[in-house]
C-alpha cells in the first residue's frame, strides 16, 4: 500500500489461518461502508460492502461484520492466502448529505506468512 | 468491461509548474471522484463529478480543480506545486455508492 509513512497497525498470520481487521469509524450517521484492499503501486481494490441496516454480510472468505452501538466494523478472511498481503482500508460514506465520498481508515497492513 | 484507467502512471514536476491528470471511468459510470493518498495524510477526497457538474469537495485550496466532460472523462488540475503535492492521485468511478478505483497517477514535485 501507499501508506506507508503512517503508523498502520499491522497484522500477520499463517497462512491458512483466519485474519480479523478491525476498524472504528466516528460518524454516526454514516450508512454505508466498504473494504478495499491496496496492494503494493495500486489502486485500492473493492472487497466487500454492508449498509447501517445489516449487521453481518459474507462473500467469497470473506465476511463483514457491523456493530452501530460501538460504531466499529470487521473484517473477517477465512483461510488466508498470500494474496491476501495488503493495506485493507475500511471506508464509509454519510447517507443523509447527499454525497458520495468516501471517508477512509488509515487502514491495516495484513501481512500473511507461507 | 474494462476498469477505471488514469493517465498517465508517473509524472515529474518542479515546484511552481502546473499538472493535468486524466480519468477515464468504467463504462455506464457517470460519477468519478478523485481522492489524494499519502503517506501522512492517507486517503483524502478531493471532489466528485456528476455529469459534468461538481456535486461535492473535500477540503483542498483552491490550486485543485477539475472538470468532467460528456463523455464522463474527467482530468483534475494542480496550479502551482509545492513540494507537499507529492501524492498518488487516485481516481474512482462509481454508478451507485461503490466506487472502484483505477491504479493512480504518482505524482513528485522536486
Known amino acids: 500500500g501507499e501508506s506507508v509513512g503512517l503508523h498502520l497497525p499491522t497484522l500477520s498470520v499463517q497462512e491458512g489461518d483466519n485474519s480479523i481487521i478491525n476498524c472504528a469509524y466516528s460518524?454516526?450517521?454514516?450508512?454505508?461502508f466498504i473494504w478495499y484492499k491496496q496492494e503494493s503501486g495500486k489502486g485500492p481494490q473493492f472487497i466487500i460492502d454492508i449498509r447501517s441496516n445489516m449487521d453481518k454480510r459474507q462473500g467469497q472468505r470473506v465476511t463483514v461484520l457491523l456493530n452501530k452501538t460501538v460504531k466499529h466494523l470487521s473484517l473477517q478472511i477465512a483461510a488466508t492466502q498470500p494474496g491476501d498481503s495488503a493495506v485493507y482500508f475500511c471506508a464509509e460514506i454519510e447517507g443523509q448529505t447527499g454525497a458520495n465520498n468516501l471517508f477512509f481508515g488509515t487502514g491495516t497492513r495484513l501481512t500473511v506468512i507461507p | 468491461k474494462a476498469g477505471v484507467t488514469q493517465t498517465p502512471r508517473y509524472l515529474i514536476k518542479t515546484r511552481g509548474q502546473q499538472v493535468t491528470l486524466s480519468c477515464s471511468p468504467i463504462?455506464?459510470?457517470?460519477?468519478v471522484s478523485w481522492y489524494q493518498q499519502t503517506p501522512g495524510q492517507g486517503l483524502q477526497f478531493l471532489f466528485e463529478y456528476f455529469s459534468e457538474t461538481q456535486r461535492n469537495k473535500g477540503n483542498f485550496p483552491g490550486r485543485f480543480s477539475g472538470r468532467q466532460f460528456s463523455n464522463s472523462r474527467s482530468e483534475m488540475n494542480v496550479s502551482t506545486l509545492e513540494l507537499g503535492d507529492s501524492a498518488l492521485y487516485l481516481c474512482?468511478?462509481?454508478?451507485?455508492?461503490?466506487?472502484?478505483f483505477g491504479p493512480g497517477t504518482r505524482l513528485t514535485v522536486l
Open positions: 474512482a468511478s462509481s454508478v451507485a455508492d461503490t466506487q472502484y
Open positions: 460518524n454516526s450517521a454514516s450508512d454505508y
Open positions: 463504462s455506464g459510470h457517470r460519477s
